[in-house]
Each structure stands twice: as structure tokens, then as C-alpha cells.
């Protein structure tokens, strides 16, 4: 089975000596006491949560799947998944980062963030239950009335009710302006909603008293396309005026999925049958409401790959330790044994350190994009607000494609690292590589995002957003740039800052002649911005691991770091040339093909 040890040393260090997040958590008045030594408790105990609750459900979860009784429409999840989530309300974690108004911890975002990266290490599709919860909370609590929230925020801050999105209908997935799941309006206010939605994570199951569904509709006047979808709440037990459930309501699960991975995660064919619902926020703006639950879905997406990277490295690193096959090219080092081990061999520790190199890049990311999302919606000052809103806009896509990508690399890697072994289930590998592949497909496809990121975030606004992260790299670049020691990280970023600018205009002249030249690109372009964000923070480390080591430091983690650091710029990052080039080649050799694909 596999193991896991909660890599707080490396979150602290990301936290408190990177992005040094206490000074920016104080300037906002609501966590104007929170310190390092809170942030790291927390974090301790939540590592301890998912290592000794999570961990050991992860296999026979995946083994033993969930089970729908068509009679009932009940679903049943594994064994002990209900008392991990009993644990986990118990333990207050369901209201970490949730709002004090409603019974919340009030505590950063980018410690649920930490946390979440653990429980996701330990067991992704046990996560996703009280994930979802999260993007349903977020949604109502920006877009709801304050009955709404009264309702149904105590309970989903509490964990004793949990959340869904329900977007995806069978013949609408990527399209949803395809939507035909219909609501009609009552006398007293309310919809009735009836309709078939597909592919619903955690959309049915036995760990909380009620399931919050946020669902997308139509009202009968609505006009077609996408510009016509309304969101709704719709309970599966009606909530009674004193706060108590009342009666069932017409949602219910009419089938599961059986899929490739996160099988303990049940996935829900949700039928609505003249199911009652209330409108969140105005008629046809639906979208407005479930951007706000998507993007944080799609960072908890990055989050969930960031996790399985973490793992399986973890993983791979202690087998390559272990297992010992063929000896050193450059001479026996096991002499005490009949072969080396694995870690001696060159690509070996390739496999390795690509997976760590992007674990590490990719936790920097996301506590950075934590700390956007908090200074977007808790900074006393309109400007920050505003400039960390756009920021996070256009990192957003990169966090749930890149990291996602990168999850399929480093998990696959790590699952060669562990040869034949790798393929059979006891070790666990095979179940991150097929856990992994689902990150990459739901809350919009990696394509969908590259073309968000392309299109809308960044031709969509002449480059100004990304221009502002070009200025971050270089302050960096003008902090750092006669420093010797920092040339071999801050060099590569600053050419890749100057190409990106033409690369860009580029592909922004070109898809003003021909739109399909955006989207030939956008795929290229996502992994070459990606690639600039991670190399701007993988250079930040450096530069902190290079200061702690002339400061006389002797801890070897800041030697680890610089290590990881060369590795990536030396091994990683260069693709962005291949990429440039290939996007380059445009889009005629991709849709002049009919007779190729006739
Ligand atoms: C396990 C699982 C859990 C899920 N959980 C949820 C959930 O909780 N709630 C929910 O609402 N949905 C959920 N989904 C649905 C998921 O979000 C969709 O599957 C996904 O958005 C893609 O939609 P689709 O499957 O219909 O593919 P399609 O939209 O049919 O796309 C097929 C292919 O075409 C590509 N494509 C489509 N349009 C374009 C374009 N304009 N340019 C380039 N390429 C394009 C796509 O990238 C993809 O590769 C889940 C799915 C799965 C499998």
C-alpha cells in the first residue's frame, strides 16, 4: 500500500519564506492576528487527518466502489467512508476558511488550501465529497439572497450538508448553452425543475443529511444559447422554515458511472422530476453564479493533480531507494548488495525529480493563487482587490490545465520508476495515474481551458492582464539581474518574458485573419505560459534557497531546493522552445486534413 507523510516543511517554506503570506494575510482586518505558528498547527493536524484516516480508505475504496439500490435511489460509498467524514465534521475541518458569519473558522484560504492539497494526496475521491461542498458554499454565499444563505450556509459551513454543481446534461457538456433541463415558475415563488443531468460527482451518497444541488435550467422565456441559463437550488429533502428537513424532493439518482478512476466517488446520473427549486441571483445570469463555483473548482482541480504529484513521488523516491537492479554506469556503489539500487541510474532520478519539480512549482502556484483570491475578496484597499481579481483570472486556467498535465506526467513517471510493479494494483501507482486522468477532462477540458486562457484572458484584453504578470518576472528580473548566482534561473525567465510578448502578438495578428489559428495554438501557448509562472516561482526559491545558504545555513532542504531548481530549468522549462515552435507552425496543417480524417 501505499504511504504518505504530509510535506508541511515545503508548505512552510512556500508560506512563510516565499511568499511570506502572514504580511499580507495581516494588512486584511479579518486575519489581522493570524501568524505562522497558527497556520502551522492547523496544518500539522489536518496532516495528520489524511495520512491516518484518509490514507488507508484510498485502495479499498477504489476496490470496493459505491453502490446504488434502484429501489431508493440510495447510494452506499465504501466502507469507513462515513466515519472518515463523521471524523472530518467533528474535527471542524468542514468549516476551516468558512465565513464566522455562518459558523465558519474564518481562517485563510490558502490553509484549506494545504489542506485540501493532503486530503487529496490521501485519497482524492473521498475529497471530492466535501469539495464540491466548497464551490456550492462559494456560489451561494456571493450570489445568494440573505434567506438562501441563512438556509443552507450554516449546514454546508458545518459539513452536515454537502454540495453539487449540476451542469452536464448527455448532450451537453462543453456546450452548455445545449441545456435543456427546463424550470418552470409556481405561484409561490419557487421552479419546478425537470430534467436529466449526467456525470454529477458526489451527486448521490450516504455521508450527510442532505445534498445541496446548484443546479443549471431554463425558464421557458429564455433565450437560446447560453445567455439563457438560470441557476438554481434545488435540496434533496426540502428545508422547513425552522431549519429541519422536510419533505423528499423530486431529485433523485438514476444510475452511477462506472469509470476509470476516483471510482469511490460516486458519479450520478441526477434525474429531476418536477423537482422544487429557488432562483440564485437574476433570471438567465445563471453563469454568473456557477463562474463563481467553477473557478474555485478549477483550482481545487489543480489542487487534486498537485496532490497525486506529491504522493506518488513520495512514493516512487522510497521504492527507487529500495529496489535494487543493475549496477552504477560509473561503478558499483551497493558493494554490501548483488546490484545497486534504482536511484543511481540517471533516468531514474529524471522520473523522479520531474515529479517533485513539479509538486513543489505547483504548490508555490496555488498557495500564491490562494493568497490572490483572498486579497480579491478581504483587502481593505479596492486597487489590490481589483489587480489580485484579474490576476487570478488569468492564472486560474494555467492552475487547472498545467498542474493537471503535469499530474499525468509526474504520476506516470513515478509509476515507471516502479517498473513492472508500477502496473499491478498492491502498490497503489496505477490508482494515481487513473485518479489523475478525470483532472484533465471535468470542469472544463485542458483544451477549454488553454482556450480561455488564450482567447478571453489574454488576446481578450490586448495582453494587459498578462502584462501584469510579465511585471512581476521582471521585478525579479531587475532585482536579480546582476547576481552571478541567480543567473542560470533568472536568465531563462527573462528571455522567455521578451518571447512570450512577440509570441503573443503573434498569434493575436494571426487569429484576427483566422480564428482556427487561436486554437491551433492555445494547447502550446497554456504550456508555455504555464511554464513562465512556474519558472518565476521555481526561480523565487531558488533565490531564498541561495540567500539561506550564504547566510551560512547548513540545512541540506535548501540545497534539495537549488538542486530541484537546476534540474528544472535545465530539463522541464527548454520545452517552451519546442512548444513556440510547434504552435508556430499554425493551423492549415491541422485543418487542411480532410482527407486524412475522411
Ligand atoms: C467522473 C466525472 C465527474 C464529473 N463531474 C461533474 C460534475 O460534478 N458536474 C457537472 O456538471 N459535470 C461533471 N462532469 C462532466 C465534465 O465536466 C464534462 O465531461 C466535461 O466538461 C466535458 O464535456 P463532455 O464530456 O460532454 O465532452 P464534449 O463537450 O463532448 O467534448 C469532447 C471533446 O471535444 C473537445 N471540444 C469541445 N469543444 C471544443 C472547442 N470549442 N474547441 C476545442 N475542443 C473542443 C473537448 O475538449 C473534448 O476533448 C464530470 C465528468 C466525469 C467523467
Same mark, same amino acid.
Given at each position: ?120 494526496? &490521501? ?210 556503489? &551497493? ?34 493563487? &490562494? ?106 528580473? &531587475? ?120
Amino acid at each position: 500500500m501505499a504511504t504518505y507523510t504530509p510535506p508541511l516543511r515545503d508548505m512552510q517554506f512556500v508560506m512563510h519564506e516565499v511568499l511570506n503570506v502572514t504580511a499580507d494575510l495581516q494588512a486584511m482586518p479579518m486575519h489581522a492576528d493570524m501568524d505562522a505558528d497558527t497556520i502551522n498547527a492547523v496544518l500539522e493536524e489536518g496532516g495528520k487527518f489524511a495520512a491516518e484516516v484518509l490514507l488507508p480508505l484510498n485502495i479499498t475504496g477504489d476496490a470496493e466502489g459505491c453502490q446504488l439500490d434502484v429501489s431508493t435511489h440510495a447510494v452506499t460509498t465504501p466502507s469507513g467512508y462515513k466515519e472518515a467524514y463523521k471524523q472530518y465534521i467533528e474535527g471542524g475541518w468542514a468549516a476551516l476558511a468558512c465565513d464566522p458569519a455562518f459558523g465558519g473558522q474564518g481562517l485563510p484560504m490558502v490553509v484549506n488550501q494545504c489542506f485540501y492539497e493532503m486530503m487529496n494526496s &490521501a485519497n482524492q475521491a473521498w475529497t471530492m465529497y466535501p469539495g464540491l461542498t466548497h464551490g456550492a458554499y462559494a456560489a451561494l454565499h456571493t450570489h445568494g439572497t440573505d434567506e438562501q444563505k441563512q438556509t443552507y450556509l450554516h449546514k454546508m459551513t458545518s459539513g452536515e450538508w454537502t454540495g453539487t454543481m449540476c451542469l452536464t446534461e448527455p448532450h451537453c457538456g462543453t456546450d452548455l448553452g445545449l441545456m435543456r433541463t427546463k424550470a418552470e415558475p409556481q405561484a409561490d415563488g419557487t421552479y419546478k425543475i425537470t430534467g436529466n443531468k449526467i456525470f454529477i460527482s458526489a451527486g448521490e451518497h450516504d455521508l450527510a443529511d442532505n445534498i445541496i444541488h446548484l443546479v443549471l435550467a431554463r425558464l421557458p422565456d429564455a433565450p437560446p444559447g447560453i445567455k439563457g441559463v438560470s441557476l438554481f437550488i434545488v435540496p434533496k429533502f426540502m428545508v422547513n422554515a425552522d431549519g429541519s428537513l422536510g419533505a423528499r424532493n423530486g431529485i433523485y439518482c438514476g444510475g452511477l458511472e462506472h469509470k476509470m478512476g476516483i471510482k469511490s466517488n460516486a458519479t450520478a446520473q441526477i434525474v429531476l422530476d418536477g423537482a422544487v427549486g429557488t432562483m440564485v441571483g437574476q433570471p438567465n445570469k445563471g453563469m454568473q453564479g456557477m463562474f463563481v463555483m467553477m473557478n474555485a473548482a478549477r483550482l481545487g482541480v489543480g489542487n487534486q493533480s498537485l496532490g497525486l504529484t506529491e504522493v506518488a513521488f513520495q512514493n516512487a523516491l522510497a521504492y527507487a531507494k529500495d529496489r535494487i537492479q543493475m549496477r552504477s554506469l560509473t561503478g558499483v556503489k &551497493a558493494k554490501d548488495k548483488p546490484a545497486d539500487p534504482i536511484i543511481v541510474h540517471p533516468d531514474v532520478r529524471k522520473m523522479l525529480l520531474t515529479a517533485k519539480a513539479y509538486a513543489e512549482g505547483g504548490r508555490a502556484l496555488l498557495c500564491f493563487s &490562494a493568497m490572490l483570491l483572498e486579497k480579491e475578496h478581504g483587502h481593505p484597499d479596492e486597487k489590490v482587490r481589483k489587480e489580485s481579481g484579474e490576476l487570478l483570472a488569468l492564472l486560474t486556467p494555467i492552475c487547472k490545465a498545467f498542474l493537471t498535465d503535469n499530474g499525468h506526467i509526474s504520476t506516470n513517471a513515478c509509476m515507471q520508476v516502479f517498473g513492472g510493479h508500477g502496473f499491478i494494483k498492491e502498490w497503489g501507482m496505477e490508482q494515481f495515474v487513473r485518479d489523475n486522468r478525470i483532472n484533465m477532462i471535468y470542469e472544463g477540458t485542458n483544451t477549454i481551458q488553454s482556450l480561455d486562457l488564450l482567447g478571453r484572458k489574454v488576446l481578450g484584453n490586448n495582453g494587459a492582464t498578462l502584462k501584469k504578470f510579465g511585471k512581476l518576472v521582471g521585478a525579479l528580473v &531587475a532585482e536579480e539581474g546582476v547576481n552571478e548566482k541567480m543567473a542560470e534561473f533568472i536568465t531563462p525567465i527573462a528571455i522567455l518574458g521578451e518571447q512570450m510578448t512577440k509570441f503573443t502578438t503573434e498569434i493575436g495578428f494571426k487569429g484576427f485573419q483566422n480564428p482556427d489559428e487561436v486554437g491551433a495554438a492555445a494547447v502550446d501557448y497554456l504550456r508555455v505560459a504555464g511554464h513562465l509562472v512556474f519558472g518565476y516561482f521555481w526561480a523565487r526559491m531558488a533565490q531564498v534557497a541561495l540567500k539561506q545558504i550564504a547566510a551560512g545555513n547548513t540545512d541540506p532542504f535548501y540545497v534539495g531546493k537549488l538542486q530541484t531548481a537546476r534540474f528544472y530549468f535545465a530539463k522541464l522549462f527548454p520545452e517552451t522552445a519546442t512548444l513556440m515552435r510547434t504552435a508556430r507552425t499554425g493551423s492549415k496543417v491541422l485543418m487542411d486534413t480532410d482527407a486524412a480524417l475522411a
